[in-house]
């Protein structure tokens, strides 16, 4: 068996990390419109969606403003222990499982990202860690040259993601996770074989297999 576990909005609650992340910008007269509007960087007028936080700062102060090394002090220690953001239900679902039958398989290939995910205090429970930045297909199909396995799943809550891994991944299982406290809803669709709200319904799923 292999289980690939997406990091934000499954193990992670992201949307909690975001409203006290801001908190730091927040401190500093920054309001959420300003912080919301220079998050993402644009690219020909479209959003890409990885985080750099020195691209944020630019767009919010300039390149040169003196509140800088102070901001990048504080976003380097809030992103040092990032363990409270983990679901409560993580730890537990982990531990039914040997660390050879997990990977992480994350988008956005960030130092910001890595150090989310390092920080988190559940690193050391996969195999594997891998962090993207194209849809999750390719990268578990290069995973996969190296692992073998009888029952591959495939946890995820963004059902584009989970239709890349299905096309290009032959006979894994997918399950559309959707927490309440997510920050997306996509909707089940025919690459989602199964859809979950938490990952207490996810191992019954994979448990009566």
């Known amino acids: 068996m292999l289980i690939f576990l997406d990091f934000d909005d499954v193990l992670f609650n992201t949307k909690e990390f975001k ?5 730091i910008f927040e401190a500093e ?3 959420r419109e ?8 644009f690219s020909g007028g479209v959003k890409v969606a990885k985080y750099y936080p020195q691209k944020h700062l630019d767009r919010i102060f300039g390149e040169d403003n003196p509140v800088r090394p102070d901001f990048e002090k504080k976003i380097s220690e809030f992103v040092s222990n990032t363990e409270k953001y983990i679901f409560k239900d993580v730890k537990n679902f982990l ?3 040997s660390s050879d039958k997990l990977c992480v398989l994350s988008f956005s290939k960030t130092d910001f990202q890595k150090s989310k995910i390092m920080n988190s205090g559940i690193a050391e429970y996969f195999s594997q860690i891998e962090i993207t930045n194209q849809l999750k297909g390719g990268a578990m199909a290069e995973i996969l040259k190296n692992k ?17 891994a299905k096309i290009k991944n032959d006979g894994i299982a997918t399950i559309l996770l959707k927490r309440k406290e997510g920050r997306y809803d996509d909707e ?3 690459y989602c074989d199964f ?9 019954k799923i994979i448990k009566s297999k």
């Not at 300003?34 to 960087?41: E, L, N």
């Not at 073998?148 to 890349?164: G, L, N």
């Not at 859809?195 to 191992?203: D, G, K, R």
């Open 29 to 31: 007269g920054i309001s």
């Open 19 to 23: 409203d006290d992340y801001f908190k």
């Open 34 to 41: 300003v912080f919301d509007k220079f998050y993402y960087t």
């Open 148 to 164: 073998k396995a009888d029952k591959i799943y495939f946890v995820d809550d963004r059902a584009e993601h989970i239709k890349d």
């Open 188 to 190: 089940k669709n025919q």
């Open 195 to 203: 859809e979950a709200h938490n990952l207490e319904e996810v191992l």
């Open 95 to 97: 531990e039914n499982f």
